[in-house]
Structures are given as structure tokens and as C-alpha cells.
């Protein structure tokens, strides 16, 4: 049977704000979304990568290396990969092709949902079930 550990302060995750976090060896994303706390590995389901350096949008939370989007609540993906070049900026046509031939590629990529933990908060701490 597993039981809550100890992940964090309330008073360091403002409302609309996120914070990676390791509890036991298990790196961690907490989010604040109008008050409520969520939990989920700090890894997106698509390449890995860290979402703690990411944007969290409400429920949203984009991953910072293809822009995959979740819904934090759920772990739910909500949107794909993308790679976009700002706007305004032309690229040569080896590039382009370049960008396209490796969005053909991870397109391709299976998509994970978010690997969640359920949460409690008592007395300002955050406690998290690892499963």
C-alpha cells in the first residue's frame, strides 16, 4: 500500500503557478490551478523532456521542447506536437525541408499521458501518493 510523502509547501506554488519538486527520488511538477494542486511526473509523454520548463496556461501546460499541450488536471494530451519558426523569418529551403521531414517523423511519436498523483494538502504541506 503506498502513502503520501511530503512534496512541498502551499505558500511556494502560488495560484496559476508551477514548481518542480523530488519527492523520494521521483521528480515531480507541482501546479497550482486556482487554488487546487496537482501532481504529475515532471516529464512530457511525448520525448521526455523537463515540463517544469514549460508554460501553464490555466489547465494547460505546453511542453517546452514541441510544444505538446496537456491538461494537468487529467493528464490528458490535448494537442500534438509542433515546431514553428517566428514569425516574419524566412528560412532557406533546405531547412524547411529539414523541419518538415523531422515533423514527419515525430508526428509519428506516441504521445504518453501524463503519469499523475493524487494529492492532499494539510496545514499549508503538500503531500503526494507515489504509486
Known sequence: MS???EAGNLRDIPPNHMRR????GVE???????GEIHACRDRCGHQNAPLS???LDGRRITCPLHAAVFDIATGE???GVKLATP?????PKQVVDMFSKTME??????IDPLKKYPVQVTDGKIRVRLE
Not at 28 to 34: E, P, S
Not at 87 to 91: D, F, H, I, N, W
Open 87 to 91: 514569425q516574419g523569418v524566412e528560412l
Open 105 to 110: 517523423i515525430i508526428a509519428k511519436v506516441k
Open 28 to 34: 515531480l511538477l507541482l501546479a497550482n490551478v486556482d
Open 21 to 24: 519538486v523530488e519527492a523520494e
Open 3 to 5: 502513502t503520501y510523502v
Open 53 to 55: 520548463m514549460g508554460r
Open 77 to 79: 494530451n490535448l494537442e
